[in-house]
């Protein structure tokens, strides 16, 4: 099938199109998982620089690569840790499986994002509550097809989804936790390399 119907089906019939996705495995394209991301990266930076100042959740000088990042380095996460829970748990997705539903389950932010950022031009902070609700809805919406992929491309039970799904948050709450440990030392070492440098620098 072609992205669009695809992202049409995954709309409107999660549950066939996350079905149809672990079926056609042999069939697999990559090019949907770099499209789909492009237009979500293209969709989140049409929202950060047109949505109404007084509804914008971020200012002007925001770090606009760390915004993108606060959405899809969760998604990506999740694709990582997803996999590795549903491979020792049986799941049957393989990890491209795992990162095509993931990359699926952003069609709702960006087909709606965009007329939400379109709304927020006509809205006040009076309405900022009914636009937070409309962006969490968005989101929600994102959550429940990522939680349906799971759920049916493994072939779980509500209980083992549910299961599987708290390991899978977990597990990237320590991947997060070691990536930050590594930073950190890295940056340390950076730093007293530089400090060695230095000192070299003032004594010869």
Same mark, same amino acid.
């Given at each position: 099938m072609k992205i669009l119907k695809m992202s049409v089906l995954v709309l409107f019939h999660p549950i066939v199109a996350f079905t149809y996705l672990q079926k056609e495995r042999d069939r697999f394209r990559y090019y949907p998982i770099a499209v789909l991301f492009l237009a979500g990266i293209l969709v989140r930076l049409i929202s950060l620089e047109f949505t109404h100042y007084p509804l914008s959740a971020i200012t002007v000088r925001s770090n606009l690569v760390l915004e993108i990042a606060k959405l899809f380095v969760p998604l990506v996460s999740w694709g990582i840790c997803s996999y590795l829970m549903t491979t020792i748990l049986d799941g049957e997705t393989m990890f491209r499986e795992s990162m095509l539903a993931v990359s699926y389950a952003l069609?709702?932010?960006?087909? *709606?994002?965009?007329?939400?950022?379109?709304?927020?031009?006509i809205l006040d902070i009076n309405q900022a509550a009914f636009?937070?609700?409309?962006?969490?809805c968005i989101l929600g919406w994102v959550i429940l097809l990522i939680v349906i992929s799971l759920k049916e491309m493994n072939h779980f039970t509500v209980g083992k989804t549910v299961g599987v799904l708290l390991l899978s948050v977990f597990t990237m709450l320590i991947l997060w936790a070691a990536v930050a440990l590594l930073y950190s030392i890295c940056t340390q070492f950076l730093d007293f390399v530089r400090?060695?440098?230095?000192?070299?620098?003032?004594? *010869?």
């Open positions: 069609v709702p932010y960006i087909v *709606f994002t965009v007329p939400l950022t379109l709304l927020s031009r636009y937070n609700v409309l962006e969490g400090e060695v440098v230095t000192e070299l620098r003032y004594k *010869f």
